[in-house]
């Protein structure tokens, strides 16, 4: 079986030199060394640049998906290229013409999980996407496994290597929001557009790919309530770490009773002395709690070349090694009626900082929070004020802080973790 | 396909509540719910006590192995006696008579691996190991899957939940080792001979099998370093909370060029703000590291009915899955010839505490000290000193210690992690 792979980015070259440039084990999977030559191998790339030098001569570089799509010889597509609508329609043309895919695009795999799984069922092929989810961490294929005995109820985890570089580095260095993304983006840790990343849409995307798996319906980005870390000034940084608290970007949802999920994406707080406080850079972690299993995490690199490309490459040997097997993975089941609702089940402490135009303010502020929660802890220093409350319904608290955002000029605020 | 289950103890009446008592999802992935009947059951179970209740009336236990040996409906073995001898040639048995076996003896698997799975291999079946090491912890079958694309050159981790949950409380309360050992085994964690967890057997048979796995060669449990946990007093355990440090019990196994294997199984001091440290009771954490993955870590439940039994349930699912196949899983080589070369590669600064008779003994230890090492921070108080060296490696330090032993009435040490 031949393999065809749509784009030869950073993390295309990286598969293609696993597959074909015995970077790796890869070979090792098939035959001997000696025969190296029976092992598949990429022999078409989908490219717009014609001028990429592949490495090789086994593989060359198309712009047709025609020559992909009518090639017998090609049985496995590896997806890659990114973006929405040309990736979304060559997964579907290739689950059509009977091809094998394995995919990172985590947008295409949110919003059409149920239509592709259905579309693969169908025409009797697989589809994987590990890399859609945390990198190289073997979430997806985990999760699946502790599903044919556990009722999965919890995901959280920390699933963005961007933003949790970015938090990393203000956490180190005691730097504003806006200087440390910039730096981010000038070692091309960020892109130019950091929007999906520090806004939260990559996270949900990954929660929802999760969560949809987890409790076996759909949940969409959209069902998510997502709040960005663009807030955080270095007077946050600085008061939290005086505090013991680390501010990381969690991602996390419960199944309760009557398929009701609760899901979010928010700047949360840690103690120091936490496994998720000292998760730190590209790194992410991953946590998923069963009925049976209790609580397992997975950690390792978020994002990077090798790391991601080592999970399309085990997605690829998973579907080369049961190419004619009589027991074929049991398919994904997603039509469990799940009711979005919100936010609700999260509670806890709260953090909250206001730069004030004045005393007035500060009353403002006060008597807001004091509307829901008791004042722990209220330190006002250099015309700003910090407040730490009791314990109250994330519902309550976010209501009130967006509120107060109308009027006081600027405010971060984060639930301590509990 | 039937299954027999040796042994009734705590994980085999979970591993029966799981397949035979609709516990967790287990019949879920052969059958709707309606046709409960043709998923597989446990028809026998070998138990001594033939007064145990199995709680349904699918299994019923038998005394005679031959029962399960020489019954062809038998295709699955799973082995939870524990023990050295029976249970190994039940396995072996087992395994010549045609039937596939998953155990959770780690002190079987480590002892004889090449021998077990070379007969597995001969007779055409499969044997499964999950729950011998990490418990809970799906580290057996995501090892296997990172070796198909990397070469693994490093393991660590908190592999004994005993030792850990010892240490935790010891670190929360402040109390010394006798007292919270002796709390441990009144509360069934730990056992009335607690010498294969507190000196280090049960963690390097376990560090054996993952090394063995990973450098693809035998590594035995004699083959390597081990150090207990039982000088640690409340004293240590005071100074070095009051320096931000936390002690654990780590095991740790390193691949150098020229297949040089460096293991080790000793108390280790880490940094109050680590993954390592807040890795508490009987959670176990395992890190491998591969050359294109990076690191990976896998943390949950060590230890503990439920989650091992789920680990068990798993292997059998994987059998029961793959019966019929013609892609049977490629057998895992341990054929490479290993050097093992003891704790050189380790190093770093070391935490000493020692009693002393008198100032003259004080004079001793710190020559001592100071033929291998600078001294850093020493701290005379209660006729304890307490030394933090300069970094050094792990050999010195161990010869230097282990002779001032000879003289010294009372020594802990530990090596800080770097």
Redesign the interface.
């Known amino acids: 079986m031949n393999i065809a792979l749509l784009g030869f980015g950073t993390i295309g070259s990286g598969v293609y030199e ?1 597959i074909n440039l015995n ?4 070979a ?2 098939f035959t001997d060394l000696e025969a190296r030559k029976s092992s598949p191998v990429i022999t078409k790339v989908l490219e717009r640049d014609t001028t990429k030098d592949l490495g090789d001569d086994v593989g060359r570089i198309v712009t047709d998906p025609r020559e992909i799509l009518e090639d017998d010889s090609i049985g496995l597509v590896i997806a890659l290229m990114g973006g929405m609508d040309f990736e979304y329609k060559m997964i579907k043309d290739c689950l059509k013409a009977g091809k094998h895919v394995v995919t990172a695009n985590k947008a295409v795999i949110s919003e059409y999980f149920q239509e592709l799984l259905t579309l693969a069922e169908e025409n009797g092929v697989v589809l994987r996407y590990e890399a859609s989810v945390g990198g ?3 979430i997806i ?2 999760l699946k ?7 999965v109820t919890e995901i959280k985890g920390i699933l963005n290597g961007t933003t949790n570089f970015i938090l990393s580095k203000m956490t180190e260095e005691g730097a504003d929001f806006g200087e440390t993304l910039a730096m981010a983006q000038s070692i091309g840790f960020a892109e130019a557009d950091p929007t999906a990343d520090v806004e939260g849409y990559d996270v949900s995307r990954k929660l929802s790919i999760l969560s949809s798996m987890a409790y076996e319906g759909i949940i969409k980005d959209e069902d998510i309530y997502k709040r960005g870390i663009t807030d955080i000034r270095a007077v946050d940084i600085e008061m939290l770490t005086s505090m013991g608290y680390v501010v990381k970007y969690l991602g996390h949802s419960i199944l309760e009773e009557k398929n009701n999920v609760y899901s979010t994406v928010e700047p949360v707080l840690f103690k ?4 998720m ?3 730190n850079s590209e790194f992410n972690i991953i946590s998923i709690t ?12 978020g994002a ?1 070349k ?2 991601t ?2 999970a399309v ?2 997605d690829a ?1 998973y579907i080369l ?7 074929l993975p ?1 398919p994904l089941r997603l039509n469990r009626k799940l009711n979005k609702v919100g936010t609700a089940i999260f509670k806890g402490k709260y953090y909250l900082r206001a730069n004030l135009n004045d005393k007035e303010m500060l009353n403002q502020v006060l008597g807001a929070v004091e509307t829901i929660a008791e004042r722990k802890t209220v330190i006002v220093n250099d015309n700003r004020a910090y407040v730490v409350t009791s314990v109250i319904a994330a519902n309550d608290f976010n209501m009130m802080a967006e509120k107060l955002k109308e009027t006081v000029p600027e405010i971060f605020y984060a639930r301590i973790y509990e």
Chains 1, 2 share one sequence.
Do not use: H, T
């Open positions: 696993l970077k790796g084990k890869f090792s999977n190289g961490i073997p294929g985990s496994e502790e599903m044919k005995i556990n009722r120091e002395a936490s496994i406080s000292n998760v069963g009925d049976i299993i209790g609580e397992l995490q997975f950690y390792g690199k990077g090798d790391a490309a080592n490459v085990g040997l090694n049961i190419v004619g097997d009589q027991n049991k």
